[in-house]
Antibody, heavy 117, light 107 residues
Framework: EVQLLESGGGLVQPGGSLRLSCAASGFSFSSYGMNWVRQAPGKGLEWVSG????????KHADSVKGRFTISRDNSQNTLFLQMSSLRADDTAVYYC??????????WGQGTLVTVSS | EIVLTQSPGTLSLSPGERATLSCRASQSVSSNYLAWYQQKPGQAPRLLIYGASSRATGIPDRFSGSGSGTDFTLTISRLEPEDFAVYYCQQYGSSPWAFGQGAKVEV
């Protein structure tokens, strides 16, 4: 059974840093591209970052470029999102997600990041 | 990068009526990897449709998806009270993924 379990969210001050993790199980993690998606309170869904199966290719939304870095450790079946220079508008639930071999989309349960003084 | 535009923004209907939501992509969606989600207040998005027309596990057959290329449709054949919610489309065929801005189905 595919499982994605996010962790690392919490309260952080503006300008601070946080590292999110997504522990994957139930599939061959190193064979799949992975993504981070977020949803701010009362707002729509926003793709944040994506990484190829090998980790060589990464992409970030313009809203986080230069501040967030996506990475992965295929030996530990874990996806990361390093977030720095955090702003109030980064407050959101962050989800890791993937496209499965069956052509569907699978999401974790999400982790809440709150940026506030 | 693909941009998804949903219409209408709000749909005002009554229980038992048919709802038709549109999602238009700025360029062709690879392999028709187009998903639809339902979201209610305080809840995470719920996957309804993937691959443009396949229902996710446990989704009632009153929900159906259609379309290909750049034009996609979510149809709810007869609205139940629990179907009044916000609906999002998403393309996941190419990177970066993209989401529509959402469409609200209200009573």
């Amino acid at each position: 059974e595919v499982q994605l379990l996010e962790s690392g969210g919490g309260l952080v001050q503006p300008g601070g840093s946080l590292r999110l993790s997504c522990a994957a199980s139930g599939f061959s993690f190193s064979s799949y591209g992975m993504n981070w998606v977020r949803q701010a309170p009362g707002k729509g869904l926003e793709w944040v970052s994506g990484i190829s199966d090998s980790g060589v290719t990464t992409k970030h939304a313009d809203s986080v470029k230069g501040r967030f870095t996506i990475s992965r450790d295929n030996s530990q079946n874990t996806l990361f999102l390093q977030m720095s220079s955090l702003r109030a508008d980064d407050t959101a639930v962050y989800y890791c997600a993937m496209r499965t071999s069956g052509g569907t989309v699978f999401w974790g349960q999400g982790t809440l990041v709150t940026v506030s003084s | 990068e693909i941009v998804l535009t949903q219409s209408p923004g709000t749909l005002s209907l009554s229980p038992g009526e048919r709802a038709t939501l549109s999602c238009r992509a700025s360029q062709s969606v690879s392999s028709n990897y187009l998903a639809w989600y339902q979201q209610k207040p305080g809840q995470a998005p719920r996957l309804l449709i993937y691959g443009a027309s396949s229902r996710a596990t446990g989704i009632p057959d009153r929900f159906s998806g259609s379309g290909s290329g750049t034009d996609f449709t979510l149809t709810i054949s007869r609205l139940e009270p629990e179907d009044f919610a916000v609906y999002y489309c998403q393309q996941y065929g190419s990177s970066p993924w993209a989401f529509g801005q959402g469409a609200k189905v209200e009573v």
